[in-house]
């Protein structure tokens, strides 16, 4: 049975389907998400929802961080064979900002409505922590947020600024004052993070590919791009 939910999907034409998670219990909506057939697998073998996260480009285990994991408890598929609905027992909760759903904001009225949030995650790596709130505050109130003023200024002004924050890093080392060394670099490392939210790239994929040059020597890495 489990084979012929994978056999029904066309992953050709469509490598990553989308998931609804909802609550087996009470029927809330708690995330959309994808999948790809390895994922389906894992998930359907190990009845613990697990999907294909776009942004780190790799899989996941639904809650491998912050424990908050999802059991399966049914699976559907829809008319069209590229949609699943998975009812799962969340433990804990499922959005990575502490809130039940992921669904938090109701914008159908004249005020937005924002949920409260329910657990306070301290799991994810700071980077990650970073990049979310730099992803969620894009379009904030520029007033309010110095991060969604960066992003009103535009693409050149936040470019500018990293290199602004790369020399004062580099005359704090000059400078041999390791407190404003580790400021700096705070700042460089920050603002970094900004400039890859232009282009919606993950941390992740940075570190995966610091991952994948251990054990490889510097020089044979720079020959290789220059092929």
């Not at 980077?127 to 007033?143: P, V």
Request: hydrophobic share 35%; proline share 2%; charged share 35%.
């Amino acid at each position: 049975m489990m084979n012929d939910i994978v056999k029904k999907i066309d992953w050709d034409k469509t490598p990553l389907i989308p998931v609804i998670a909802q609550d087996y219990e009470n029927g809330e909506i708690l995330m959309l998400a994808y999948t790809n057939k390895e994922a389906l697998k894992l998930t359907l073998s190990t009845k613990i929802a697990h999907y294909y996260s776009r942004s780190r480009q790799k899989l996941w285990k639904k809650g491998e961080q912050s424990g908050h994991t999802q059991e399966i408890k049914e699976i559907y598929i829809d008319c069209d064979d590229d949609t699943l609905l998975f009812k799962v027992k969340q433990n804990g909760v499922a959005c990575h900002t502490g809130r039940r759903s992921c669904f938090f904001t109701r914008v159908d009225t004249d005020e937005e409505l924002v949920a409260p949030v329910e657990k306070e995650i301290t799991s994810y790596s700071i980077s990650d922590t970073l990049y979310h709130t730099i992803q969620e505050r894009k379009k904030a109130d520029a007033s309010k947020s110095y991060v969604a003023s960066l992003f009103e200024k535009g693409e050149n002004s936040i470019l500018k600024k990293v290199i602004e924050e790369a020399g004062e890093f580099c005359f704090a080392i000059k400078d041999k004052d390791k407190k404003e060394i580790i400021y700096e670099c705070a700042d460089l490392a920050f603002h970094t993070l900004v400039a890859l939210g232009i282009r919606d790239i993950n941390p992740d994929l940075v570190k995966q590919e610091l991952k994948r040059r251990i054990g490889t020597s510097g020089i044979e890495e720079k020959n290789s791009r220059k092929k």
